[in-house]
């Protein structure tokens, strides 16, 4: 079934057709929904790969992580990462654009490569990726917020809510020196995450305890147990990662801790592996993240600006074993 048979069905001119299923040109919404309806009926299907072409667009969407100091890592080292991609991947198809996936660093392969739009993940301050293909006018989005900047287009997640939030249960169950332990600050999430346990600890006249540690399991237990050996040891701890989580459930139990009776341990994101170890979670919804982005470039791309500018995805907090299962005072968890 081609577009001229629609043009047929519908009693109207193919041009008309192009422009009421594209969105252009200037035609009234009756025929605009008409000639949809038509098309709905007849099981027309657009010839993505020539709309493409006659656009001048390749239909392919970028999506990079952007990479750290701390070293590159994969898109599949993190299970959040995967998640986020595959419903990225589903969201770009249904729109009729096919996803490209490749590391941040890999700049020499991006410059190959001929993309209508990128989503960069995770961006750094002044990422370099972000500013190439801006500089080139091609359309860029990203999940979290590039730091000190104020416009882009970007969807995240708020961790000036979600940290207090996290910190409250944690304290509701009778912890009273709680540590963080998260990524270097380099990231929104990791800047945002780190602010907001300033301003708790200030609130509940607590000395803040912050330790900086590499994405890795390992690294997450090496530190842990650097914690515990000090004096005043924290008896909670948030990790703005459920690695670093894991990791320090396991350097408790070397240490010979019980958690949750002598250590309170949560962390930020969910993954199987986290469930496994009964850890309590912040849940950031990467598949939501994931479809919210490619809606986001995919309108850009096509030339109309996305309803919102900049979107906000809720989290929520699911308790496990690595925490208290009853709160000693009355609490309020988010939705």
């Known amino acids: 079934m081609g577009i001229r048979e629609v043009a047929d069905a519908a009693g109207v001119s193919i041009t ?16 605009r929904r008409r000639v949809q309806q038509v098309a709905e009926q ?37 299970a959040f990462y995967s998640h986020l991609m595959n419903a990225a991947t589903i969201a770009a198809f249904d729109r009729g654009y096919a996803l490209v996936l490749a590391s941040g660093a890999q700049e020499a392969a991006w410059n190959n490569l ?24 091609i359309p860029v989005v990203t999940t979290g917020r590039i730091p000190e900047e104020d416009g882009g287009h970007w969807v995240d997640c708020n961790h000036f809510e979600a940290t207090p939030a996290i910190l409250d249960h944690l304290a509701a169950r009778g912890a009273r020196r709680i540590a963080l332990i998260g990524t270097a600050p380099i990231t929104s999430y990791s800047l945002d995450t780190r602010a907001a346990y300033q301003q708790w600890c ?3 006249d607590q000395e803040p305890m912050i330790a900086v540690a590499r994405a890795e399991e390992s690294a997450g237990f090496e530190t842990t147990q ?25 350097a408790a139990q070397a ?46 791309i096509e030339g109309r600006e996305p309803p919102e500018q900049h979107v906000w995805v809720p989290t929520r907090i699911v308790p496990r074993r690595s925490t208290r299962r009853k709160a000693l005072v009355r609490e309020r968890l988010p939705a």
């Open 16 to 31: 008309t057709v192009s422009h009421a299923l594209n969105g252009k040109g200037r035609i009234n919404e009756r025929t």
């Open 42 to 78: 007849l099981g027309y299907r657009p010839n993505t790969v020539a709309r493409s072409l006659a656009g001048g667009r390749s239909g392919l969407i970028g999506l990079a992580i952007a990479q750290t100091s701390d070293g590159e890592f994969a898109i599949s080292d993190i």
């Open 114 to 137: 001929w993309l209508d739009g990128l989503i960069v993940v995770d961006p750094i301050r002044d990422d370099p990726l972000c500013a190439e293909f801006r500089g080139r006018g």
């Open 202 to 204: 200030k609130q509940h």
């Open 226 to 250: 650097k914690l515990l050996r000090r004096a005043g040891r924290p008896d909670a701890i948030y990790a703005m990662l459920d690695r670093l989580a894991i990791g320090a459930l396991l």
């Open 255 to 300: 240490e010979g801790l019980s958690v949750p009776g002598q250590l309170q341990v949560a962390g930020c994101t969910d993954s199987d592996a986290g469930k496994r170890e009964h850890l309590t979670a912040i849940v950031v919804p990467p598949e939501q993240i994931g479809r919210a982005a490619v809606a986001m470039v995919a309108d850009l």
